[in-house]
């Protein structure tokens, strides 16, 4: 595009002299170069400024590695190698028998600890039936031992204090009772604690198998396509990342990435329109919107380590990115991932300028027809 000014102000130079009738001196030729110069760097530095052209752009969608959570034996494969589909959709089933197993196992232990819990609050029910006996009957042998008191106290026999001392006794052993009794409750009470703790863990493992169980069937996460399938019946699955039986691409959410040296993503916002040429779409100019400045790159970042960093090593190339969304939902899954072209950001407020981007851009994509 620079060429091309360049060109036009040579053809308004030459038509200047051949037409005005300008003399061709020393002197008028540098003021026309001079002149050259300094009207085409601030065409250049305005125009790259208010609407800046990345020819360095990348379509990119999330990539997922299909690792099913359980080790087990696929059953059923309900897709084959480049098929897209639908969010939900199954695509194997992992063979569930061992894990409802596991899953009939833990209810079963639930239901027994259940019914203990239930045992255990009935007993300490009946310890506090039976520290309420002991309590009454305590109190009825310390009335009866306070009458032999307050009798003996008037006068004393062998007889009467005979049974003074086997009251005395029979109380002292009712407020032993009461205190077993009490120790019993407390007893109870312990046991019953420790069984709904009980309760608790084997609910905590029937949940755990159950999700465990609820994994065996796997299910498409997005609205996707799936790639690189070695999934067929008899395979044996593993959560290991290098065991992965195949990667799904996310075809909901795709983006493009446009590469800016850093001066000119000074006026770039978030909302800025843009218009874009695909390699793949000669001819052709799509439309989308800046949604994320991205302000930061992997050069800035030092890893910690045990060494010092190299001085000489540290350094950037200048440039950062902004993420941009299509206009048009439904182009983005019919491109490929990894498309490349060229993109203009026509930054606010318009100016005069954005007309010089958007002929290089559609130059640009004209030439992409050629090989």
């Known amino acids: 595009m620079i060429i091309l000014i360049i060109l036009i102000y040579c053809a308004l130079v030459y038509g200047a002299f051949r037409l005005i009738r300008i003399p061709v001196q020393p002197l008028s030729i540098s003021i026309a170069i001079l002149m050259g110069v300094f009207l085409i760097s601030v065409i250049v ?30 059953k059923t494969v309900n897709v084959k190698i480049g098929d897209r589909v639908k969010k939900g959709h199954v695509l194997f089933e992992v063979d569930p028998a061992p894990f409802q197993a596991t899953v009939n196992q833990y209810a079963a232990q639930l239901a027994a600890a259940k019914a203990e819990v239930d045992r255990l609050e009935a007993a300490v029910k009946l310890s ?47 407020e032993a009772a009461v205190n077993e009794s009490l120790a019993s409750e407390e007893q109870a009470k312990f046991a019953l604690v420790a069984g709904k703790a009980n309760v608790a863990s084997i609910q905590g493992q029937l949940d755990n198998a159950e999700f465990t ?101 540290i350094g950037s190339k200048g440039f950062l ?20 072209g060229a993109a203009a950001i026509y930054t606010q407020p318009a100016g005069p300028f954005h007309i010089v981007s958007k002929i290089y851009l559609r130059m640009l994509s004209i030439l992409s027809f050629l090989p």
């Open 321 to 340: 990115a902004a993420t941009i969304k299509l206009d048009d939902e439904a182009l983005g899954p019919e491109l490929s991932l990894g498309e490349a």
């Open 45 to 74: 530095a305005s125009w790259q400024a208010g609407a800046p052209v990345s020819q360095q752009i990348i379509l990119t969608r999330y990539v997922l590695s299909i690792n099913p959570n359980v080790k087990g034996l696929i």
């Open 213 to 313: 169980l609820s994994q065996t069937i796997y299910k498409a996460p997005s609205d996707g396509l799936v790639t690189n399938w070695q999934a067929r019946v008899g395979t044996i699955t593993t959560a290991l990342r290098a065991s992965a039986i195949g990667t799904f691409m996310d075809m909901s959410n795709d983006r493009i990435i446009a590469v800016l040296p850093q001066n000119l993503m000074r006026k770039v916002k978030v909302g800025d329109p843009v218009e874009l040429a695909f390699l793949s779409r000669p001819g052709k100019i799509d439309t989308g919107k800046v949604i994320r400045v991205n302000k930061y790159t992997g050069e800035g970042q030092l890893a910690p380590s045990g060494d010092l960093p190299v001085i000489a090593d």
């Open 128 to 174: 506090a039936a039976t520290v309420a006996r002991n309590r009454a009957d305590s109190a009825t042998a310390k009335a009866e031992k306070d009458a032999a008191d307050r009798l003996q106290a008037i006068g004393s026999s062998a007889v009467r204090e005979l049974r003074v001392f086997k009251l005395r006794r029979a109380y002292e052993a009712a």
